[in-house]
Structure formats: structure tokens, C-alpha cells
């Protein structure tokens, strides 16, 4: 097999790495196996216990998951809009789910 280069991040400080460094491979096989095909089983197993409606609201979660990561790790400024941002997703969360506005 040729050497095949993979272009990651590092490579302007580190040179390019090669598809035989045992340390490629680790992480090549550790996204597909923890990252994605994890991630597919949990998925597809919340769909199947908690329906298709349900397991679609988590993806309204993302941004407000990112916006506070970059705000917690990054040092990035949290902004009063995004706040509000945050409060109307979670209020269309709580109304969508129906089970709090349910009860009135």
C-alpha cells in the first residue's frame, strides 16, 4: 500500500501523517466506532422507546449546547441576544413536548 498523506490540523507544525502510523489509525477507528456508530445505536434506540417527535426535539438542543461550550471552554462572550435565544428554544421545547402546557 503507498503512503497516503491525511491532511489533519497539525500537519503545518508536524508535517503530514501517514495511514501507517498506528496512532491514525486509533483515531480513524475510534470515530467510527465511538463517534458515529454509537451515536447511530443510541439514536435509533430513542426512536424506538421514545417516538420520532420526541427524538427530533434533541436537535433543537445543539445550538444552545454549542453556544454554552464555546462560552464555557472558549472564553466566547455570551451575549444578551443569545440568551433570549437560548429562553425561546427552551420554551418551544417545553411547549412542543406538551406535557407541562398539557395539564392547564
Known amino acids: 500500500m503507498d503512503d497516503m498523506t491525511i491532511t489533519v490540523g497539525a500537519a503545518a507544525t508536524r508535517g503530514p501523517m501517514t495511514l501507517k502510523?498506528?496512532?491514525?489509525?486509533?483515531?480513524?477507528?475510534?470515530?467510527a466506532l465511538l463517534s458515529t456508530a454509537f451515536a447511530y445505536i443510541l439514536y435509533f434506540n430513542l426512536v424506538a422507546s421514545a417516538g420520532a417527535t420526541n427524538a427530533s426535539l434533541v436537535t433543537l438542543i445543539v445550538p444552545v449546547s454549542?453556544?454554552?461550550?464555546?462560552?464555557?471552554?472558549?472564553?466566547?462572550r455570551l451575549q444578551l441576544f443569545e440568551m433570549g435565544g437560548m429562553a425561546l428554544?427552551?420554551?418551544?421545547?417545553?411547549?412542543?413536548?406538551?406535557?407541562?402546557f398539557g395539564r392547564w
Open 21 to 31: 502510523d498506528w496512532a491514525v489509525w486509533a483515531a480513524v477507528l475510534g470515530l
Open 66 to 76: 454549542a453556544v454554552l461550550l464555546g462560552f464555557l471552554f472558549l472564553g466566547e
Open 89 to 100: 428554544i427552551g420554551l418551544g421545547l417545553i411547549t412542543i413536548d406538551g406535557r407541562l
